[in-house]
């Protein structure tokens, strides 16, 4: 089926052509063909940005209204009753009928707008990735961090885990590996932001702040289910902590190699061929053994050294953290700033609203249905959406984009004192109890 230009293609195509690049160049940029990038150029020049939101397609008489009122029935009745038709599949069966046989027939590309008119197909959305610099080489420990979840598995008398591993890239010191329980409670069988905070919060208390964290494109750090994505709350969370956040790209496990190459360490020297009382004794052990990783097992590339033999300056933190000072240390003009460099494009429901992170937003319904370009002002905190021609903007206050939302659970423990749980314990509890217990031997 033929694809067509979304709304932020053709601002794309406009942009770069008012900054005065040619048409060549702005096709292999955008991955439109010439005389497409030439078409919305030329638009935009004669009328402005009204003319990006011009309606694509046919004359207002519709795809296929030269063939008969039976052809398009019958292709409108077969697609609702089978919504997995495509266009071949379509006109394959047309082509079987016997009471279109020996007449003229539609082509593919005919059908395909027939179905995009009737609503039949999702609209396409290129995809734009979220504000990223330049790839850095990691010149002393702590300059960069890789972490990555190992996939889930049970052990016996713990239930099913997933360890979560840090490594430093340039030391290869191992940072941690937590073993993060998925009991049965669970909805799902991956961590959620509120397991990696309380693993970041354990490395960082020993560790201290690194300045990079490179991470894969796991749906809790990177919004998967969208083709204009916006940054998750851990990711949120990452740069108002002043970590910036890499990602590798999609399905190219070898961008974080370090700690990739753990996930077979921390199972050979831990998990294999072991049995464990409880959770608390599994991550004993793993605790124990980060030690001896570090200090005493030879690593190749370093020269047969253990990492801390070969980089004892790995020992200084290159900023301090502790849980108490995260209220202070959490700057929220990191997230503006890196706010202010994206654009997201959404489509308004039907009730005229958007969804934008995981918040709601309300436009109206003269909104409905249409096509938003999206920024973010960050003087003052708001988002301007802004529609497909141009005529109509709001400017709403963004949601959830304060302190309390983003530390999350870990708020009662910025106040120790006056921190108490009610029995009996969640299991949500529980991490908080773990967090004050592991944290209680790090000072």
């Given amino acids: 089926m033929a694809r067509t230009t979304t709304l932020q293609d053709r601002i794309i195509i406009w942009e770069l ?27 935009a020049q004669r009328q402005g940005r009204k003319g990006l939101a011009s309606s694509m397609g046919r004359p207002v008489t519709g795809a296929l209204s030269t063939f008969p009122a039976l052809v398009r029935d019958t292709l409108r009745t077969w697609r609702i009753g089978h919504p997995g038709w495509g266009p071949k599949t379509l ?7 016997e009471r279109f046989k020996g007449r003229r027939l539609p082509a593919l590309s005919s059908i395909a707008r027939f179905l995009k008119e009737g609503e039949f197909t999702r609209s396409y959305e290129r995809h734009s990735d ?38 430093d890239v340039y030391s290869t010191v191992k940072i941690q590996s937590y073993a993060c329980w998925l009991g049965a409670k669970r909805m799902t069988r991956r961590p959620t932001t509120e397991d990696y905070q309380l693993v ?8 201290g702040l690194p300045d990079r964290l ?12 969208c083709k204009s994505p916006f940054p998750t709350r851990l990711h949120l969370w ?10 590798g790209r999609p399905r190219q496990p070898t961008d974080q190699a370090t700690v990739e190459r753990s996930h077979q360490t921390w199972d050979g020297q831990v998990l294999q061929g072991q049995s464990f009382d409880s959770w608390k004794g599994l991550q004993a052990t793993l605790d124990q053994t980060l030690d001896f990783l570090n200090y005493r097992l030879p690593c190749r590339t370093l020269g047969d050294r253990p990492p801390l033999v070969a980089h004892p300056e790995a020992l200084q933190p290159r900023r301090l953290y502790r849980p108490e000072w995260e209220g202070e240390l959490l700057d929220l003009q990191h997230v503006y700033d890196y706010l202010a460099q994206g654009r997201w494009f959404r489509k308004v429901s039907a009730v005229g609203t958007v969804s934008l992170g995981h918040h709601v937003y309300g436009l109206g319904r003269t909104w409905t249905e249409q096509s938003v370009e999206i920024t973010f002002a960050p003087t003052d905190q708001h988002f301007a959406f802004r529609s497909a021609d141009g005529t109509q903007t709001e400017r709403l206050p963004a949601q959830g984009l304060n302190a309390t939302a983003l530390i999350g659970e870990m708020g009662p423990l910025v106040n120790l004192d006056a921190f108490q749980l009610a029995l009996p314990f969640s299991w949500e509890e529980w991490r908080l109890i773990r967090l004050c217990e592991t944290l209680r031997g790090m000072t």
């Fill in 17 to 43: 052509a008012e900054a005065g690049n040619p048409d060549p160049w702005i096709a292999n940029a955008v991955g439109w063909k010439v005389p497409t990038v030439r078409k919305w150029r030329r638009r």
């Fill in 91 to 97: 006109l394959t069966h047309l082509e079987d009928d």
């Fill in 130 to 167: 979220l504000p990223q610099s330049e790839h850095q080489t990691a010149c002393a420990p702590h300059e960069e961090w890789e972490m990555d979840a190992r996939g889930h598995e049970y052990v016996p008398e713990v239930g099913v885990i997933a360890l979560i591993n840090l490594s």
């Fill in 200 to 207: 970041l919060r354990r490395a960082w208390t020993q560790w």
């Fill in 214 to 225: 490179a991470v894969d494109r796991d749906s809790v750090l990177y919004d998967n289910s």
């Fill in 238 to 247: 990452l740069l108002a902590m002043g970590v910036e956040v890499v990602f």
